[in-house]
């Protein structure tokens, strides 16, 4: 191991975590002129931040638990995001087909008080309530670009032709997806291009306040070097790991706790035509989500379990997966079985601990803590969600406001991420204009690289003119260039980094061609740690 080097720069802040929670902070501080360095143990948005529903959603179902200031500003927040990264987010139409046995999750303050004033129900979702919720979720946020609540019959469109027969009618509302590691990194970026030191692959070896100053020992697990930080504050950013890292790393007697909730996802083949998303509603009372997914798949998700250590990594159990089959098989006319699964993944989501009685009722809103006590604050983050990661950001500038008054007041609402400056309404646009410009791409491969780079997917394959140029084929449209652009401005160094995170195109790679992209960017690394050292 090689011995501590001191940086002599005293930061404002230390970030610890580069999922969408840190990278999201970082991003904000950084643009008001606050000095950042943010550490992540693995790759960014390797845990909780790229292994979401992929949804900007003001949360439907937590209506029925009375969060109406966490849906509110999700809501608002869906449009503001959306301008801001047209290439990895776009609205989608959810189909809520209806039927009478609907019922709630019995642990809902609404259900129980509809079980009290109306008993004959028998814990079943009346029509006039869906509606009702779905009125609120129309107005509570405002809309300028997502259209609203419309009926649809399914007995005659094609929403209805994968379904049973027993489903006839259904509401059809707005959200948005996004891609959500890509979201992540592109935060990452424009933090960094605002003068923020991104570190990954770096662990935080301890904190420790030194005259009113934080003193962070980090170590790159690549090299073993080691480095010594100081700086005003520290955030606590760790998502799953926040509470380890407030006993473990800063040593604090904080009380406050955090909840660990397994969701899992399983991706199949394509299990419908048309481009619209289902919100199916279960007897028990739960939902879940059926998505097109990667152009050629469907996205089934998520479950709530509990998951009591952060250091297991999470994994869609064959209970979840069975489960999200089952599920799924009572609306489909077509049972959906193993056989159709083609992937499954799993994350853990860091909730704060508000002593809910199951992790369904959990709260989904963010908690914001500042301990100060014993010198230099620290800033623990408990939960969030990925449609209000830019709200929490200034929600934290905000907590420790006070400990820098020189910093600026809010920026971030509208503020383009890299390869997001184009409008919502020009993306056909911008893939036809890439087609035209590289004749060679394919329809396929012009619309996953302007979904994933945007206004920036001609800066990714520079001044080609035949796809040869482009280098080395990995396969499934990933080329030499595309993986050295990643490596150089997004942060990438394995074959996992670039085809489960950057992309998924893990989806439509061999083993044997993931191994040969590894083994390729191994030797990449390799050639250029040689000639940094010369």
Request: proline share 4%; hydrophobic share 40%; with cysteine.
């Amino acid at each position: 191991m090689s011995a501590s080097g001191e940086t002599q720069q005293i930061y404002d802040l230390f970030i610890i975590g580069g999922g969408i929670n840190g990278c999201g902070i970082a991003r904000d501080a950084s643009g008001r002129g606050l000095s950042v360095a943010l550490a992540e143990m693995n790759d960014l948005a390797s845990a909780t931040s790229s292994s979401s529903t992929k949804l900007f959603h003001g949360g439907l179902r937590y209506l029925e638990y009375f969060e109406i200031r966490l849906v509110r500003e999700a809501l608002i927040e869906r449009e503001v995001l959306l301008k801001a990264m047209p290439h990895i987010s776009w609205p989608m139409r959810f189909v809520l087909p209806y039927h009478k046995d609907m019922r709630f999750e019995n642990s809902t303050p609404t259900s129980r008080i509809l079980n009290t004033v109306m008993p004959w129900m028998k814990g079943r979702r009346p029509a006039w309530l869906i509606r009702l919720g779905l009125f609120m979720y129309d107005n509570l946020g405002g809309r300028e670009i997502l259209p609203g609540t419309s009926t649809v019959d399914l007995t005659q469109g094609p929403e209805g032709a994968p379904l049973q027969e027993r489903f006839e009618k259904a509401y059809e509302y707005s959200d948005c997806w996004v891609e959500d590691s890509r979201l992540v990194v592109l935060n990452a970026r424009d933090a960094e291009a605002r003068g923020a030191e991104i570190m990954t692959r770096t662990k935080v070896m301890s904190c420790v306040r030194v005259d009113d100053m934080w003193e962070v020992i980090v170590q790159d697990t690549n090299t073993g070097v080691q480095r010594r930080f100081r700086a005003k504050m520290l955030v606590n950013a760790g998502g799953p790991w926040v509470g380890d890292i407030i006993h473990g790393k800063i040593r604090s007697n904080s009380t406050e706790g955090v909840r660990l909730v397994r969701g899992s996802h399983i991706v199949t083949r394509k299990l419908y035509d048309h481009d619209k998303c289902y919100f199916f509603q279960g007897t028990d009372g739960r939902i879940i989500f059926a998505i097109p997914y990667e152009q050629d798949f469907t996205l089934i998700g998520t479950t709530d379990a509990e998951h009591t250590d952060p250091s297991i990594k999470p994994e869609c159990t064959d209970e979840e997966r069975d489960y999200l089959l089952s599920f799924a098989s009572d609306y489909f006319k077509q049972p959906v079985t193993r056989d159709d699964i083609v992937w499954s993944y799993s994350g853990v989501r860091p909730l704060y601990d508000d002593g809910a009685s199951s992790a369904t009722a959990a709260t989904r809103d963010y908690t914001l803590k500042v301990d100060a006590v014993g010198g230099a604050p620290v800033l623990n983050v408990f939960g969030g969600k990925i449609t209000t990661y830019r709200r929490l950001a200034e929600s934290a500038l905000e907590h420790i406001q006070e400990y820098f008054p020189q910093a600026p007041s809010t920026w971030t609402a509208g503020v383009a991420l890299p390869g997001g400056n184009f409008a919502v309404s020009d993306t056909e646009k911008l893939i036809a204009d890439l087609q035209q410009k590289y004749p060679f791409l394919t329809p396929f491969w012009a619309r996953r690289l302007t979904r994933a780079y945007g206004a920036e997917a001609s800066e990714v394959l520079g001044d080609v003119r035949e796809a040869e140029q482009l280098g080395r084929d990995f396969g499934a449209t990933l080329t030499e260039a595309e993986v050295r652009w990643l490596m150089e401005r997004e942060y990438a160094q394995t074959a996992e980094d670039v085809v489960w995170r950057r992309s998924k195109l893990g989806l439509r790679l061999t083993a044997e061609q993931v191994a040969a992209l590894d083994h390729w960017m191994s030797d990449v690394r390799s050639i250029g740690s040689a000639q940094a050292a010369q």
